[in-house]
């Protein structure tokens, strides 16, 4: 079964970096896209980017372009996240999520959020 | 970016009513839409993509209908586990973007 297994809690200081890890396991690493959203204590969600893991190619969220580096390492089919420049704004949890069944056309495909990982919390915190 | 509004903010019901949330998108996302179901202290769940279609496992009583701007999540008898907050979610544009959730629960 496809299973999504984060990195834990981190504690940083505001205008550090927090580096974020997803272990896949369960189905074809390389075929599916991982995108990354966040959740703020109490509030909605906030889609950050997306990664292909078949090419390493990302599409980020405007909001987070110059901070946020999405990575692949295929030979241990892990994603990671790291976003620098934290404010006490960046505090949530962060999850990790694989792409689920959608379409492509052309160079666009279209896909749900098909399986989460358990989210790893960052407090950033002077 | 594409907002996406869902009503109400809170449903408060019996378990065996049966419940429609709304979705409502600032402009069209043809049939790239999702519903996601959080517990607390929990990951979101997947239930229905493409507007309509359930995702593995989802029972039949999950059902979502709409195409364009408007949509609806409909849960025909609702059972104790159900009870959570359900977000729709729009996959057509960059950046993929949430409604802020409609809060289900127990009367």
């Known amino acids: 079964q496809v299973q999504l297994v984060q990195s834990g809690a981190e504690v940083k200081k505001p205008g550090a970096s927090v580096k974020i890890s997803c272990e896949a396991s369960?189905?074809?690493?390389?075929?599916?896209?991982m995108n990354w959203v966040r959740q703020a204590p109490g509030q909605g969600f906030e889609w950050m980017g997306i990664i292909d893991p078949s090419d390493a190619n990302t599409t980020y969220a405007q909001k987070f372009q110059g901070r946020l580096i999405m990575a692949r390492d295929t030979s241990t089919r892990t994603v990671s996240m790291e976003l620098s420049g934290l404010t006490s704004d960046d505090t949530a949890v962060y999850y990790c999520?694989?792409?689920?069944?959608?379409?492509?056309?052309?160079?666009?495909?279209?896909?749900?959020?098909?399986?989460w990982g358990q989210g790893s919390l960052v407090t950033v915190s002077s | 970016e594409i907002v996406m509004t869902q009503s109400p903010a809170t449903l408060s019901v019996s378990p065996g009513e049966r419940v429609t949330l709304s979705c409502r998108a600032s402009?069209?996302?043809?049939?790239?839409l999702a519903w996601y179901q959080q517990k607390p202290g929990q990951a979101p769940r997947l239930l229905v993509y493409g507007a309509f279609t359930r995702a593995t496992g989802i029972p039949a009583r999950f059902s979502g209908s709409g195409f364009g701007t408007e949509f609806t999540l409909t849960i025909s008898s609702l059972q104790s586990e159900d009870f959570a907050v359900y977000y729709c979610?729009?996959?057509?544009?960059?950046?993929?973007?949430f409604g802020q959730g409609t809060r289900v629960e127990i009367k």
């Open positions: 999520a694989r792409a689920g069944l959608g379409y492509c056309s052309g160079s666009n495909c279209y896909t749900p959020l098909g399986y």
């Open positions: 369960g189905y074809s690493f390389t075929t599916y896209s």
């Open positions: 979610q729009q996959y057509n544009d960059w950046p993929r973007t």
């Open positions: 402009q069209s996302v043809s049939s790239t």
